[in-house]
């Protein structure tokens, strides 16, 4: 199963960067490349999940200025994307 946390979203980040700079390695094979419309498309989705991690963070912040811990702690078990203890991301 895939891994989906925000360390992983880095890992392929840093391997789409790896892969666009082998488009110009004369020595790098086809499957070490990537075309620009796909790390284009790959740089979309992934903003798109940095987006609604920071929505998420604003909402558990605006839960917290509250002094609700017990509504602090519910947000934070149903917010699996930035809990520890997840490794499968968010669920919708």
Do not use: W, Y
Request: proline share 3%; net charge negative; charged share 30%.
């Amino acid at each position: 199963m895939a891994k989906n946390d925000l360390t992983a979203l880095r890992d392929h980040m840093f391997e789409v960067i790896e892969r666009l700079k082998a488009n110009n390695d004369p020595e790098a094979s086809e499957c070490e490349k990537i075309d620009v419309e796909t790390a284009k498309a790959i740089t979309n989705a992934a903003q798109t999940i940095v987006h609604s991690a920071k929505i998420e963070i604003d909402f558990l912040k605006i839960i917290a200025k509250g002094d609700n811990i017990q509504g602090v702690e519910a947000a934070v078990e149903k917010t699996k994307f930035l809990s520890p203890k997840s490794s499968n991301g968010p669920s919708h």
